[in-house]
Structures are given as structure tokens and as C-alpha cells.
């Protein structure tokens, strides 16, 4: 019925595709509520946006001043705003049509960073506070340069209130402070710190004081003098040197050196003025804002224009730059854009909420053994690894979407303000690394608590990390940038980097209302190489997970090569031990085990043979934990199972039954001997096998909300069965295993009774007729009727099967199993059919014999005398058990028997019984077990 071809990669994939897609289909909700946790953060983001506006934004003190003028005729109140009802705070805000025009400053440095000698090394005056304000200068024509330093600063102080701008532009202001975006205010004025007017010479003390502006942006300032000194250096290359040697570093002395401009006069001469300037345009204000670099570069310009002005005309040649102003503007608000502010911790907790959702996931199909078990009926890593990733990849896909259109929807700039093709890039791309971190991640772990514990403090503590340090670190400007990219790439730095990046440009865009990252920008945001480090980790990421992945499943060790020395020197006895261990199980072996082995050594020499299942010497030592000795699952199991046979495994609890079913089924690696199934090696060509092989674990390993119609289709197209043939399968399937009516087949499996589940159980590891199955206790938990039926659907399903089962009941041993053997302590103790072991164990009848406790000793000369080698083997109140040596006695001499001894005593009750396979089944586990306990 079945192709013997296994599956392609295109039909499992197809089949992992559609069992996930009905799967996700029943979990849609879940799914949905995944998608839209997005859209109640965004809600968030709103709310503490609004909350901030109406307490905030919206309060007097951050709007412009208004007042009311009432009406005379009704009593309303109009509301009149305006600069002149505002506080000084207020007024900010307000409309200004007609900006202060504002005296124009020279930027000069503190007084304790000034350079004062032609040399830049004297530092004296830096201790008393007055260096003076230096300027250097230089040009082809030194005498030039002397004539037009002399013109360049006022000797006096000429004030004249009543044309106050044009007096204070004939004199050099200067200010210490430096600058703001906008000019509505003169930071420099506005500060509190001095102005000053710089002279060629200072009068000592000597103080102006003026007033500006109207009220309430009016400012009254006091104006000191400050001393410029000029200095004449040979050629620009010097001052090159010495702006270079000035500039943050300091001199030899550790003082910084800092000059005002300096001038280049070139070859300036009487017909043709030719100047260049040097000024400093590194200077941020004070909140970290880069003001209009050039707003104090104009006044440089003027004050040379103007000195060789007079050097060409006269001495009272003026032409002033008297005043700078802003342009006028409209009422303002302010609006701090708090998603902006706080986006980038915020969206990185967002988008990194998605690693802990698909982590758990990838373990828990770990915890719950349904990838394994899906890979025992055949499904390859390969379409396993592809579906699930695209999986993961649509839905973080559609969370990442679903982020950006309510984030826009709902009016954040951190959305609407950047290019939303390098927003989807982005997160395109981080999703696909968190993904591949997921899957490499999920080797780690095989508990889904720890997992997710483990996943919760990354995601918020990397949040965290990232804004309470990274940031500051970002931000701090001498940190050095190879340090930060180190620190990208951690994953959840380059997230929170990108998404910084994000932030800052939206939150400058909402300032200045401009558009904030473009593709052309992301060189200068450092955005590019955010984007490298994330694909390339990514492309490893992957790689490493797959290989962990295949090196786990396959059950090799990873570290083998930190390994292998290590155990050497730990367990030099375990050559000894396993010698002592061989020589007990030569001297152990039984003649029918004996011969078992014999077979399998034949069969292996053999080039190709008709037996499935070929075990050969095989064992399972488990190392030895915490001091305890190492386990000795398996001691040597050579088993040969051919088509079509039914090989029944019994042995107390304990035994290693369950070791030899992971082996052969590859959970577990034998740590000696070898196993062919259907000529194919278990150690190396387990994937192959694994295509004609069914398996029914002893814990039912379903999903809750398929059916178990879909259950099959599932596994039925992993055996490759296609269309007509699928369906028929999985209809016969289901009928024989009796869950075709009441339309049990449509229910999800997790409302299954024990017994449905275990009859489904048994119809996946038979569906599309494998070589070989595996039963770990088929029947349990199933009622009689139910137990008969299922037996029934194996019996018929193992004329072209090997099947191996272990059992419990002796009655199912019995019913189904064309040979049997029985495990004690890793190793069988018998092998053969069940008539054959009852005969060869059994060869005895028991008699039982209920008499008055007095008459014991009476029925005991009784059974001695019809058999001579009777046993007595159970003795309790009055009833006794005598075991009679078939050979030794005919059936109708213990009748006689009993009949006279009827006469003399009172017996209550008597029986004889055949030996039961369970009577064959506690004598052999109780021999092995004693013949241990002395080993
Ligand atoms: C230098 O400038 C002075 C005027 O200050 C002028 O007299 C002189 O000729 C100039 N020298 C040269 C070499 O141009
Ligand atoms: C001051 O300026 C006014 C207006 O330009 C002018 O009329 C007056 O003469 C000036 N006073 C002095 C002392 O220069
Ligand atoms: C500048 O040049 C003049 C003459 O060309 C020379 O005397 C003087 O020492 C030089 N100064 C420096 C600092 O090199
Ligand atoms: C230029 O300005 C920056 C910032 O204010 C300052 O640190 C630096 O020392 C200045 N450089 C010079 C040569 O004045």
C-alpha cells in the first residue's frame, strides 16, 4: 500500500506545513492577542503623551500669557495674548512679530583656558583669572598686519545711550557663553554671565551697564572691560600648530589653550583685501543642542573689515554691523515628544517581547517530545528547521507591521517622521537574527520555566542595560566609538542602538519640523553598521544553531574533544569492568540466548538479509552521577527479528526495556555493539531509518487541538502517502482502531479519554505500514473490548512488520507475540515462543490445596506420594501450592489422589493448573534477579 520511496523534503514540508497551519488555525486567538500587545503598548506611549500635555504642555507657566478685557454690553470675557500679558517664562511662547534686534557677540573663551603669549605657555595669568583675550594674526606683510591689529579694538569707551545699538556695535562685545538655536533671546545676553567689551587697553574696575529689550524680555546688563591682545606669527602653518596643540589637549603644562579667531592677511595690500579666519566652530550649548555654528562668525568678518577700512580711509571710517535678528515667528507650545524620548528603551522591550514567545515554544515541542517523535515517523531537520522558521519569521512580521501602523495610526513621530523602508529593514532584519538567537538558544534548554524565566531577564535587561548605560555612553562623546561597537554586538545593543537612532532623529524632526531618517543619513546615524553587525550575526547565529541542532539530535556530544581526555584520568577501571561484566554474562548466557546470539553472528557475516531488526551485542552503561557507580542499562542484547514477526519483550520494571526501545529508536547512542534496521546502521544512518519506522511511545505524545483525523493526515503524508491513498489509510486507520464513530476522529485529541488517546497513538505508528514499530505498552488503560480490538489491528498489521513490544500483561504477550523474550537487569534470560518457554519453564503442574491448617502435614505426605519430586512452593493458612514435575504423574493418579484423600480429611477446596506464562514470567525474573544480587 505504501511507496516504499520515503518522503520527499517538499512533501514533509508540505505536511509539517499543513498540520502547523491547522494547528495555528485553532490558535488563532492566542496568535491575535500576540499580534495586537503592540497596539495596547502604542495606547501606552499615547496615554503618558496626553497625561504629559494636559499637566505639562498645556499648564500657564508653558504657554503665552493671555488676559481678559471685558466686554462692556454682555459680560464675556475676551482673551487678548500677547507678550506684553506674559511672564518672562510665559513670553517665550508667545507670537513675536517684530524680534529684539540684539548687539552682535564675539565668542571668546574663559579667562582661565586663554592663551597669552606668543608662545602659548605662559600660564601665570590663568592662576590670577585676567588673561587677556588673544587674537592671532598673519600675512605676507608684517607691518600691514601691525597697522590693522592696532585698528581692530577701541582705546576708549565711547557710550551714547540715546542710539544705544550703534554704540555698543562700534565697541567689540563679547561673551563667554555660547549660543542657542534661536535668537528671539541672545543666550549670551540673557545668561548671567558678563559681557564684555574688548579694548586694547583696560582702565581698571572700569563698568558700563545698559538695558535691552522690552519689558517683560528686557534685560539690563553690566558690561566689563576686557583686555585684547594681538599676536603677530610667522607663518599659518604655526598657527595651525598652535590651534592643533591648543585644542582639548592642552600644552606640556596641561593648560588648555584656547585663542579667540586668528587671521590670515595673506597678501593683503592697499588695492586688494584677501583674508582668511580661523574661529572655532566646535562649541555646543549648554543643553547639547549644535546652535547655527555661525551666528558669532559675523561680527570676526566686520571687525577686519572695518580696521582695514580705516587703515585705507581714516581713522573715523566706520562701517557697522549694528545688530542680528531673528525671524519674526507664531504663538508656540511647547510639545516634547515623549515616544521619542523614551522610544528607543520602549520599542526595544517591545520588539524584544517577541524572543521569549518563540523560545518557549521551540522548548516546549523540545520538553513535550513532539519534535522528536515527529522526527521518528520520518520528518528530516531540514523541512522541520524551514516551516518552523517561516513560522516565526510571518508572525514576527506581522507584529513588527501591526507595531508600525498603530504607532503611526496613533500619531508617534518616532514612526511618522523616519523612512518607513528603513524602519521595515530594520526590524526585518533584527527579527530574523532573534529568531536564529531563538532557535540557538533553545539547545540550551529543556525546560520551558527556565527557559522563560531565562528569556524575560534578557529582554528586560538588555531594555535597561541599554538606556541606563549604553545610552549614557553613547551619548558621552569621549567614550571611544570602537568600544561601542564592541558593545552592538551584544543583540540587544544593536537593537536599542538602531531604534536610538530612531528617536533622536524623530525627536529633532518634531523640533525643527523636518523629516528625520532618510537612507542618506544612515552612514552619518552609524546606522549602517548596525545593519552589518545584525546579518552578519545573524548568517552565525544560524549556522551555529543548525549545527547544535544536528550534533544534539544525532546524540553526539559536542564537546567530545574536552571530553574524551577528561574521562580517561576519571575512570581508569571501566576496561576492568566491562571485562568482569563479559565474563558474567558468557557464564550466564542460557542455551536459547546462546543460540540467539549465534543467529545475529551468522546474520551479520551475511551479506543481506530478511530480518528487520538485527541487534548485535549491544549496550547501555549510563556514567555514573554524583559518586554513583556507573548503571548498566543494558548488558549485551543480540536479538535478530525478521518480517512479519512480532517480538514480545517482558521484564519487570527497570529492566532496561525502555533503554533498548531509545536505542533503537535513536533517542539514546549504544555505548557498545551495533543494531541494523533493515540493513541499516542505527549509529549512522538513523534519518533513514527513521522513514520506514513507527513508533507508539508509552506517554501519548499528541497535540491538544488537532483531531486525530489530522493527527494522521499528518503522519500519513510523512510515510509519503498522497491523495486517494492518504485518505483511504487514514479511513482504515481510524476505523480499526474503532474512532470512526460519533465523530470521535473530528475531536481535538486533548479531549480524548486515556484509551483514545493510546488507540490513536497505536493508528500513527501503523499508519503507511512501516518495516519496523516500536510498542512501548500499546494496551494500557484500555478497557477489554477496546484491548481485543486494538490487538486485533496489530495482529493484522505485522504480516509484512517487525514489531517490537513490551508489555505488561502476559495475556497480550500471549495473544500477539510470535516469540517472546524476557529482560532481567539488562540482559534476556529466556528467548522463544510462548508454548515453548511455558514447556520449557512450566514442566509442572501446580496443585492447590485448601485443607484445615492442622491437616497440613497429611496433604503433604499425600503429594509426596503421587510425586516423589513435588515442591512444596506456597504454604499460608491451611492452603498450600506443590509444584509436580509433568514426566512424574499422569492427571488422573492426582485425581485418585485427591478423591481419597477427601475421605480422610476435611479439604476445603483444591486445583490443578497448567503453568501460566506469568508463572513462567516470575520464575525467570526472580532467578535473574537472585543470580544478581550475588554477582
Ligand atoms: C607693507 O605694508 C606697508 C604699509 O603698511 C607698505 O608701505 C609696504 O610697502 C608693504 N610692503 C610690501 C612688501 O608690500
Ligand atoms: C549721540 O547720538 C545721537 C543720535 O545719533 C547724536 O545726536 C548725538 O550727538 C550723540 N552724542 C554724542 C556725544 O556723540
Ligand atoms: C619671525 O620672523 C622674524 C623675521 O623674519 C624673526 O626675527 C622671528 O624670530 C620669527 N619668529 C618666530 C617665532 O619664528
Ligand atoms: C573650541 O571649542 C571647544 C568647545 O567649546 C573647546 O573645547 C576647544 O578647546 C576650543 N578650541 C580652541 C582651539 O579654542
Not at 564684555?196 to 583696560?202: L, V
Not at 547544535?548 to 556530544?557: A, E, Q, W, Y
Request: glycine residues 6%.
Amino acid at each position: 500500500m505504501a511507496d516504499s520511496d520515503p518522503a520527499s523534503f517538499l512533501t514533509q514540508a508540505n505536511a509539517i506545513l499543513r498540520k502547523n497551519l491547522t494547528y495555528q488555525k485553532r490558535n488563532v486567538w492566542s496568535n491575535v492577542r500576540l499580534i495586537m500587545i503592540p497596539f495596547y503598548l502604542c495606547l501606552v506611549l499615547v496615554g503618558i503623551q496626553a497625561l504629559f500635555d494636559s499637566q505639562v504642555s498645556n499648564s500657564l507657566d508653558n504657554q503665552c500669557g493671555c488676559k481678559c478685557i471685558h466686554k462692556t454690553r454682555d459680560e464675556t470675557c475676551q482673551m487678548v495674548c500677547g507678550v506684553e500679558y506674559s511672564t518672562r517664562d510665559q513670553a517665550v511662547f508667545c507670537a513675536i512679530p517684530n524680534p529684539q534686534p540684539w548687539p552682535p557677540l564675539i565668542l571668546i573663551p574663559l579667562p582661565r583656558n586663554r592663551v597669552v603669549d606668543a608662545n602659548l605657555t605662559n600660564v601665570s595669568c590663568k592662576q590670577r583669572n585676567n588673561c587677556p583675550v588673544t587674537i592671532l594674526f598673519t600675512g605676507n606683510n608684517q607691518s600691514l598686519g601691525a597697522t590693522l591689529s592696532r585698528n581692530l579694538f577701541r582705546r576708549s569707551f565711547p557710550m551714547n545711550y540715546s542710539d544705544l545699538l550703534f554704540s555698543l556695535a562700534d565697541n567689540v562685545l563679547a561673551t563667554t557663553y555660547k549660543g542657542s538655536p534661536t535668537n528671539y533671546l541672545d543666550a549670551g545676553i540673557v545668561s548671567d554671565r558678563f559681557i564684555y567689551n574688548i579694548q586694547s587697553r583696560c582702565t581698571p574696575n572700569s563698568k558700563v551697564s545698559f538695558s535691552l529689550g522690552q519689558s517683560p524680555l528686557n534685560f539690563t546688563k553690566e558690561m566689563r572691560c576686557g583686555q585684547g591682545l594681538n599676536l603677530w606669527i610667522n607663518s599659518s602653518r604655526e598657527i595651525n600648530d598652535d590651534i592643533f596643540k591648543g585644542y582639548l589637549k592642552g600644552n606640556s603644562e596641561g593648560m588648555i589653550n584656547e585663542i579667540v579667531a586668528a587671521y590670515d592677511l595673506l597678501d593683503t595690500n592697499r588695492t586688494n583685501f584677501n583674508v582668511n579666519i580661523w574661529y572655532n566652530a566646535t562649541y555646543q550649548d549648554d543643553s547639547g543642542n549644535m546652535p547655527p555654528k555661525l551666528l558669532r562668525v559675523p561680527r570676526l568678518v566686520s571687525l577686519m573689515s572695518n580696521a582695514y577700512l580705516q587703515y585705507l580711509k581714516s581713522p573715523r571710517t566706520r562701517m557697522l554691523l549694528e545688530f542680528v535678528k531673528e525671524m519674526p515667528k507664531p504663538e508656540t507650545k511647547l510639545r516634547l515628544d515623549i515616544a521619542s524620548l523614551i522610544g528607543a528603551v520602549f520599542f526595544t522591550w517591545v520588539i524584544l517581547l517577541l524572543f521569549p514567545v518563540i523560545l518557549t515554544s521551540l522548548v516546549y515541542e523540545k520538553q513535550q517530545r513532539l519534535r522528536i517523535i515527529m522526527k521518528m515517523h520520518g520528518l528530516g531537520d531540514g523541512p522541520y528547521w524551514m516551516i518552523t522558521y517561516t513560522y516565526f519569521l510571518a508572525i514576527s512580521t506581522s507584529y513588527v507591521i501591526c507595531l508600525m501602523i498603530f504607532g503611526s495610526a496613533i500619531g508617534l513621530n518616532f514612526f511618522r517622521l523616519n523612512d518607513y523602508s528603513i524602519h521595515f529593514v530594520f526590524y526585518f532584519l533584527y527579527i530574523n537574527l532573534q529568531i536564529s538567537l531563538a532557535f540557538l538558544a533553545s539547545s540550551a534548554f529543556s525546560n520551558v520555566e527556565t527557559a522563560s524565566v531565562v528569556a524575560y531577564i534578557y529582554v528586560f535587561g538588555s531594555g535597561l542595560l541599554g538606556w541606563l548605560l549604553f545610552q549614557f555612553l553613547i551619548e558621552e562623546l569621549s567614550f571611544p566609538r570602537r568600544w561601542i561597537f564592541v558593545m552592538e554586538l551584544y543583540p540587544g545593543f544593536s537593537l536599542f542602538r538602531g531604534l536610538y537612532e530612531f528617536a533622536q532623529y524623530a525627536f529633532q524632526g518634531s523640533l525643527t519640523r523636518r523629516q528625520g531618517m532618510k537612507w542618506k543619513d544612515i552612514s552619518d546615524s552609524s546606522m549602517d553598521k548596525v545593519f552589518y553587525i545584525i546579518i552578519v550575526e545573524w548568517f552565525f547565529s544560524l549556522i551555529a544553531a543548525y549545527y547544535i541542532d544536528k550534533m544534539s539530535s544525532s546524540g553526539k556530544d559536542l564537546l567530545f574533544f574536552l571530553k574524551n581526555p577528561f574521562n580517561k584520568y576519571l575512570l581508569p577501571q571501566r576496561p576492568s569492568l566491562q571485562k568482569q561484566v563479559s565474563a558474567v554474562s558468557v557464564e550466564m548466557e542460557k542455551l536459547d540466548v546462546t543460540q540467539e546470539s549465534e543467529k545475529v553472528q551468522k546474520l551479520m557475516r551475511a551479506q543481506r538479509t530478511s530480518h528487520a531488526i538485527v541487534c548485535n551485542t549491544m549496550k547501555k552503561v549510563y556514567p555514573g552521577r554524583d559518586g554513583n557507580p556507573p548503571k548498566m542499562a543494558v548488558r549485551g542484547l543480540s536479538l535478530a527479528v525478521p518480517s512479519g514477526e512480532c517480538f514480545g519483550m517482558l521484564g519487570p520494571n527497570g529492566a532496561g526495556k525502555t533503554s533498548f526501545i531509545n536505542m533503537m529508536t535513536g533517542l539514546v547512542k549504544p555505548t557498545s555493539g551495533s543494531a541494523f534496521v533493515q540493513g541499516l546502521d542505527i549509529c549512522t544512518d538513523m534519518d533513514r531509518v527513521y522513514t520506514s519506522m513507527g513508533v507508539c511511545p508509552q506517554h501519548d505524545l499528541l497535540w491538544e487541538t488537532l483531531s486525530g483525523r489530522e493527527h494522521l493526515f499528518f503522519y500519513g503524508r510523512l510515510k509519503n502517502l498522497k491523495d486517494s491513498k492518504l485518505d483511504q489509510a487514514v479511513e482504515e486507520s481510524l476505523k480499526s482502531v474503532n474512532l470512526l464513530h460519533g465523530g470521535v476522529a473530528d475531536k481535538p485529541a486533548g479531549k480524548y479519554s486515556g484509551g483514545m488517546k493510546r488507540r490513536l497513538s497505536v493508528a500513527i505508528s501503523l499508519i503507511g505500514s512501516p518495516k519496523v514499530v516500536y510498542m512501548d505498552e500499546p494496551s494500557t488503560g484500555l478497557d477489554p473490548a477496546s484491548r481485543m480490538n486494538l490487538w486485533t489491528v496489530i495482529k493484522r498489521a505485522k504480516t509484512n512488520t517487525a514489531i517490537i513490544l513490551t508489555t505488561h500483561s502476559m495475556e497480550e504477550a500471549e495473544f500477539l507475540c510470535d516469540r517472546l523474550g524476557i529482560f532481567v537487569d539488562g540482559r534476556l534470560q529466556c528467548i522463544g515462543n510462548p508454548k515453548e518457554l511455558k514447556g520449557r519453564y512450566g514442566g509442572s503442574y501446580v496443585l492447590t490445596m485448601t485443607t484445615a491448617s492442622e491437616h497440613e502435614k497429611d496433604v503433604e505426605v499425600l503429594v509426596q506420594d503421587v510425586s516423589p519430586n513435588a515442591k512444596k512452593i506456597y504454604n499460608i493458612a491451611g492452603t498450600q501450592k506443590f509444584e509436580i514435575p509433568k514426566e512424574e504423574v499422569r492427571i488422573s493418579e492426582v485425581f485418585q489422589a485427591v478423591e481419597k484423600a477427601k475421605s480422610t480429611l476435611k479439604v476445603f477446596a483444591w486445583g490443578l493448573a497448567d503453568t501460566t506464562l506469568e508463572d513462567v514470567f516470575i520464575k525467570v525474573a526472580r532467578s535473574g534477579q537472585a543470580f544478581n544480587v550475588f554477582s
